[in-house]
C-alpha cells in the first residue's frame, strides 16, 4: 500500500501551523534523502522559509518529503571564546520511517532497496530505473512526473517509444503528464496513438496532454475522443476543445474541417456527442454540420442534432425542423416540440394542433407545451378545443 503519498499530503496541507511556531526544531526531510534542521518561520508562495544557525534559507514545497518536530535537551552553551563555529546544514541518509499501524497492529516496515540500487529520486537515474522504482511503490506517481520533468530533454525520446509499447502496466500517464509539462510538440502523433490504449486512464491522459499542448494537430485526435465508451473521457474531450476555442480563435474553423470527415466514418456515440458539442460551439459552422447530422438515419444522432439546434437557436431552426412534425418518428417528434417551443414564432401551431390526436402520450404533451409556449393559451391538451381557437384566429386574420 501506499501509505507514504498521504503523509506528504498530510505534512504539505499542515505547513502553515507549523510555521506558526512552537516548541522545539523542526525536521525537514527532503525526498532526495537530505535532512535540514531549522525553525519554519513562515511560508511564502511555493516555499518555506528556515531560520537556521547560519540565518535564513528557503526551499520549494515541492522538495519536501516530511517535516518532523524535534525536542532537545538544551546544552549548556560554551563560553564565547570557545564557541565553536555554527556547523553546515547537515545532508544525511533518510531516517528510518516509524512502523505503521493498520487496524491497532503494527506493519511490517518497508523493505529497504538494495545498498547497490542507485538513488532513484537523483535526475541522474535512467528512465528504465525510474519506472522500477515506481513499480516498486519506492516513488510515488506525482514524484515519478517531477523527476521526468526535471530531466528536460534528456528522456525525450525515451518517453515518446515508451507510449507506443503494449504494456498496460506502464506508468503512461505519468509519462503523458511529463510530456504536457515540457511542451513537447513532437510527442503529438504518439500521444494520439494512446488513444487507443484499453485502460482509460492513459486514454484520459492523452486526452489532457493533447489539450495543453493545442494547436491544429490535436483537433482531430481529441475529436475521435468525443465517441470514447468512457463518459469521463469523453466528456473531457468535449470540455477540452471548447476551452481550445476559448484560447484559440482558429480551433472552430479546425473543428468544422476536421467534424466532416468525422460524420462519414464515426459510429452512433460518437456523431450523438458530436451533435452535443456542436451545440455547445453556438456557431455558424456548428449549425451547418448540425443539418447534416439531421439528415443522418440513425434516430439517436438526429435527436441529439435536434437537441443542440435548441442551443444555437439560429432563427432558421423553425424552417428546417417544421417540415419534419408530420414525418418523423414519435420520439423525434417530441424532441422537435421541445425546440420549437423556444421560437416565437407562430408558423407551427397547426402541425403541433394536429400532433394532439396521437396516441403517444409523450409526444401529445411535448406538442401541448409547445403550443401554450407559442401562443400563451393555457387550454387543455384537447384537439377539438385547439382547433376551435385555430378556427377563429383564422376567422378573424380573413
Known amino acids: 500500500m501506499r501509505l507514504r503519498l498521504f503523509g506528504i499530503i498530510f505534512v504539505l496541507a499542515a505547513l502553515p501551523l507549523l510555521a506558526a511556531g512552537g516548541d522545539g526544531e523542526d525536521e525537514i526531510i527532503l525526498k532526495s534523502g537530505g535532512v535540514i534542521r531549522g525553525t519554519i518561520i513562515e511560508t511564502k508562495g511555493n516555499k518555506l522559509v528556515i531560520a537556521i544557525r547560519q540565518g535564513k534559507t528557503s526551499i520549494p514545497v515541492d522538495l519536501v518529503k516530511e517535516i518532523r518536530k524535534v525536542t532537545e535537551i538544551a546544552q549548556p552553551s560554551p563560553p564565547p571564546e570557545e564557541r565553536p563555529a555554527p556547523p553546515p546544514v547537515s545532508v544525511a541518509p533518510e531516517p528510518v520511517q516509524p512502523i505503521p499501524k493498520s487496524n491497532g497492529k503494527p506493519q511490517e516496515p518497508p523493505k529497504s532497496a538494495p545498498e547497490d540500487r542507485p538513488k532513484t529520486t537523483d535526475v541522474s537515474s535512467t528512465l528504465p530505473q525510474l519506472l522500477d522504482a515506481y513499480r516498486s511503490e519506492d516513488i510515488e506517481l506525482d514524484e515519478l512526473v517531477f523527476r521526468l520533468t526535471q530531466a528536460g530533454e534528456k528522456y525525450l525520446n525515451d518517453m515518446i517509444a515508451l507510449l507506443s509499447r503494449n504494456d498496460p502496466s506502464l506508468p503512461k500517464d505519468a509519462v503523458l503528464q511529463a510530456l504536457g509539462n515540457l511542451q513537447a510538440r513532437g510527442a503529438i502523433p504518439a500521444i494520439a496513438g494512446v488513444l487507443a490504449s484499453p485502460v482509460p486512464k492513459h486514454r484520459l491522459a492523452a486526452v489532457q496532454t493533447l489539450g495543453i499542448l493545442g494547436g491544429r494537430e490535436v483537433i482531430s485526435p481529441i475529436?475521435?475522443?468525443?465517441?470514447?465508451?468512457?463518459?469521463?473521457?469523453?466528456?473531457?474531450?468535449?470540455?477540452?476543445?471548447?476551452?481550445?476555442?476559448?484560447?484559440?480563435?482558429?480551433?472552430?474553423?479546425?473543428?468544422?474541417?476536421?467534424?466532416?470527415?468525422?460524420?462519414?466514418?464515426?459510429?452512433?456515440?460518437?456523431?450523438?456527442?458530436?451533435?452535443?458539442?456542436?451545440?455547445?460551439?453556438?456557431?455558424?459552422?456548428?449549425?451547418?454540420?448540425?443539418?447534416?447530422?439531421?439528415?443522418?438515419?440513425?434516430?439517436?444522432?438526429q435527436c441529439a442534432a435536434v437537441q443542440s439546434f435548441g442551443l444555437v437557436r439560429e432563427p432558421a431552426t423553425v424552417d428546417i425542423l417544421m417540415p419534419m412534425l408530420g414525418e418523423a418518428s414519435p420520439t423525434l417528434q417530441t424532441e422537435i416540440c421541445k425546440v420549437l417551443a423556444l421560437f416565437n414564432d407562430t408558423r407551427p401551431v397547426p402541425a403541433l394542433i394536429d400532433l394532439l390526436k396521437n396516441d403517444d402520450a409523450t409526444l401529445t404533451e411535448s406538442a401541448h407545451k409547445a403550443l401554450v409556449s407559442i401562443t400563451g393559451c393555457l387550454f387543455e391538451p384537447d384537439f377539438a378545443t385547439w382547433s376551435a381557437w385555430l378556427e377563429k384566429i383564422r376567422a378573424k386574420k380573413f
Not at 476536421?258 to 466514418?265: D, G, N, Q, S, V
Open 223 to 301: 475529436l475521435q475522443a468525443v465517441g470514447d465508451e468512457d463518459d469521463q473521457i469523453s466528456f473531457t474531450a468535449i470540455d477540452t476543445l471548447l476551452k481550445r476555442a476559448e484560447s484559440d480563435e482558429d480551433a472552430t474553423s479546425w473543428l468544422a474541417i476536421e467534424a466532416e470527415t468525422l460524420l462519414a466514418t464515426g459510429d452512433e456515440r460518437t456523431l450523438t456527442r458530436l451533435a452535443l458539442l456542436l451545440g455547445k460551439f453556438k456557431s455558424a459552422e456548428s449549425f451547418g454540420l448540425l443539418q447534416k447530422l439531421l439528415s443522418d438515419g440513425n434516430e439517436a444522432v
